[in-house]
């Protein structure tokens, strides 16, 4: 069993910057974090294969958001800066098992997952 808790989220500005953090039990080397808006598919947003470091971001969030992975912590991260109204959303940590970098795989591909902690993001 992986237990993975989301925490972070918040209500900012257009501009604002957060970091989201995964506590994690168990680690597993593809790591991502997802997101989904009200009415819309759950999509990814930014991977990491974590023996190597390949990171993977989305076109929207490139160049502004960050994953990172803290090992002796247990806890994987999300920095999210110059935030949009379009970045609003319920962001998920999620963790697989993988012998090859998953990159932004599509949400089946991932079988582990936190409970979301919610973004808000007003003009």
């Known amino acids: 069993q992986v237990n993975m808790v989301e925490s972070g989220g918040d209500s900012v500005q257009t501009g604002g910057s957060l970091r989201l953090s995964c506590d994690y039990s168990?680690?597993?080397?593809?790591m991502a974090w997802f997101r989904q808006a009200p009415g819309k598919e759950r999509e990814g947003v930014a991977a990491?294969?974590?023996?190597?470091?390949?990171?993977t971001y989305a076109d929207s969030v490139k160049g502004r958001f960050t994953i990172s992975h803290d090992y002796a912590g247990k806890t994987l991260y999300l920095q999210m800066r110059n935030l949009k109204p379009e970045d609003t959303g319920m962001y998920y940590c999620?963790?697989?098992?993988?012998?090859?970098?998953?990159?932004?795989?599509?949400?089946?591909?991932?079988?582990?997952w936190g409970q979301g902690t919610q973004v808000t993001v007003s003009s």
């Open positions: 999620a963790a697989e098992y993988c012998l090859r970098d998953l990159q932004l795989a599509p949400q089946d591909k991932y079988s582990y």
């Open positions: 168990y680690r597993k080397d593809c």
């Open positions: 990491m294969h974590v023996p190597t470091g390949s990171r």
